[in-house]
């Protein structure tokens, strides 16, 4: 985005207005009052209740009836389930390897080949999800929305707009296309002419918005949150450089690394509370019972990546022998070697 762009959506998300140009005249959409914003919640209660009145399936009923008809399966799961854990991988990696431009370019081609493998997934998913009770609640929504915010610009005054000219819904397709994506509002969060208008927020020298005391639009929330995420980054003890910053996907992969971090300190932490009997907790080895998969992958994290891969390797014995006692294991045998060595030496030190 150059610079001249950053300006006008700044300046376009501070005022939190929306410009139609139509051929004849303009249409101005306004943020909405607290008040206004309650109607349209109140519009979407009824709508969902009519829905619902009407015998129509909500969000979770309707996968349910897409796994029954078989429209949505367990291959489809699995492959979703598969793809995002791929993209978390491959984001992990982009920041592991950001120092080697080769590496680097190798896993962006995968990363966006997964990407877009997840949306096609995720396309199949929702695909009929605005039939939902959710989905038509939504429509109705945003066109209580637009019905009270949008006015008709007349001779340098504004005109409560009555949709004779241009029907709601393709005013709402006009208005939704014009909402600024993920990468657009961090590239802005992280960038001038926000980033000084942030950072003096506390000084009275500016207001954020013009539509203060209001309810912020969508892409006001979204500035302010990847703003605070942003600071957040700066402020953390192991912030990375600044290229990473500037970069989505590789930051994510840091975010991803810290909070495997923290996840794996908080369960160590518990685990140590469960050993704290000192014969357990000098053992070599710890087994810990898991009530469930998910507890058992926390335990997991809390191993070493090298205690990691030797399990691993142990459950490939077990999965090729059908059966293995400890010197089956290649770990057992290489420190049973070593333990032999150091014995056979130990007799001429003597």
């Given at each position: 985005?150059?610079?001249?762009?950053?300006?006008?959506?700044?300046?376009?998300?501070?005022?939190?207005?929306?410009?139609?140009?139509?051929?004849?005249?303009?249409?101005?959409?306004?943020?909405?009052?607290?008040?206004?914003?309650?109607?349209?919640?109140?519009?979407?209660?009824?709508?969902?209740?009519?829905?619902?009145?009407?015998?129509?399936?909500?969000?979770?009923?309707?996968?349910?009836?897409?796994?029954?008809?078989?429209?949505?399966?367990?291959?489809?799961?699995?492959?979703?389930?598969?793809?995002?854990?791929?993209?978390?991988?491959?984001?992990?990696?982009?920041?592991?390897?950001?120092?080697?431009?080769?590496?680097?370019?190798?896993?962006?081609?995968?990363?966006?080949?997964?990407?877009?493998?997840?949306?096609?997934?995720?396309?199949?998913?929702?695909?009929?999800?605005?039939?939902?009770?959710?989905?038509?609640?939504?429509?109705?929504?945003?066109?209580?929305?637009?019905?009270?915010?949008?006015?008709?610009?007349?001779?340098?005054?504004?005109?409560?707009?009555?949709?004779?000219?241009?029907?709601?819904?393709?005013?709402?397709?006009?208005?939704?296309?014009?909402?600024?994506?993920?990468?657009?509002?961090?590239?802005?969060?992280?960038?001038?002419?926000?980033?000084?208008?942030?950072?003096?927020?506390?000084?009275?020298?500016?207001?954020?918005?013009?539509?203060?005391?209001?309810?912020?639009?969508?892409?006001?929330?979204?500035?302010?949150?990847?703003?605070?995420?942003?600071?957040?980054?700066?402020?953390?003890?192991?912030?990375?450089?600044?290229?990473v910053i500037e970069d989505d996907d590789m930051l994510d992969g840091w975010f991803i690394l810290q909070k495997r971090k923290r996840d794996s300190d908080r369960a160590k932490s518990e685990v140590d509370q469960q050993t704290a009997n000192s014969k357990i907790?000098?053992?070599?080895?710890?087994?810990?019972?898991?009530?469930?998969?998910?507890?058992?992958?926390?335990?997991?994290?809390?191993?070493?990546?090298?205690?990691?891969?030797?399990?691993?390797?142990?459950?490939?014995?077990?999965?090729?022998?059908?059966?293995?006692?400890?010197?089956?294991?290649?770990?057992?045998?290489?420190?049973?070697?070593?333990?032999?060595?150091?014995?056979?030496?130990?007799?001429?030190?003597?």
């Amino acid at each position: 985005m150059e610079q001249h762009e950053r300006e006008y959506f700044i300046s376009r998300l501070r005022t939190g207005i929306i410009n139609i140009k139509l051929t004849d005249f303009i249409l101005k959409i306004k943020p909405l009052t607290l008040e206004q914003e309650f109607h349209t919640q109140e519009r979407y209660m009824e709508a969902y209740r009519e829905a619902q009145n009407a015998g129509v399936l909500t969000k979770k009923e309707l996968l349910d009836s897409l796994r029954e008809r078989g429209l949505w399966t367990e291959e489809d799961e699995k492959k979703e389930e598969g793809l995002e854990k791929d993209i978390e991988k491959l984001k992990v990696e982009l920041f592991q390897n950001k120092n080697k431009s080769d590496i680097v370019s190798h896993i962006r081609r995968g990363l966006k080949a997964g990407k877009e493998q997840l949306n096609k997934v995720l396309e199949k998913k929702f695909q009929y999800f605005e039939n939902s009770c959710e989905g038509l609640a939504s429509i109705e929504k945003v066109k209580e929305m637009i019905s009270i915010s949008c006015f008709k610009v007349i001779d340098g005054g504004l005109e409560k707009y009555d949709f004779e000219e241009v029907p709601a819904d393709l005013i709402i397709k006009m208005y939704s296309f014009q909402m600024l994506g993920e990468t657009s509002l961090r590239e802005l969060a992280r960038s001038e002419p926000w980033r000084s208008v942030w950072l003096l927020r506390d000084s009275n020298a500016y207001e954020l918005f013009d539509n203060k005391g209001g309810q912020l639009t969508p892409d006001q929330k979204g500035l302010l949150t990847f703003s605070r995420m942003y600071d957040n980054v700066q402020e953390s003890m192991e912030c990375p450089s600044e290229d990473v910053i500037e970069d989505d996907d590789m930051l994510d992969g840091w975010f991803i690394l810290q909070k495997r971090k923290r996840d794996s300190d908080r369960a160590k932490s518990e685990v140590d509370q469960q050993t704290a009997n000192s014969k357990i907790s000098n053992s070599d080895e710890i087994f810990v019972m898991a009530s469930s998969k998910k507890d058992a992958e926390r335990i997991n994290n809390i191993n070493s990546i090298t205690a990691q891969k030797t399990k691993e390797r142990r459950l490939q014995t077990l999965k090729k022998q059908g059966q293995a006692v400890d010197s089956d294991f290649e770990d057992q045998k290489i420190r049973l070697n070593q333990m032999a060595n150091e014995k056979f030496k130990g007799k001429f030190r003597r």
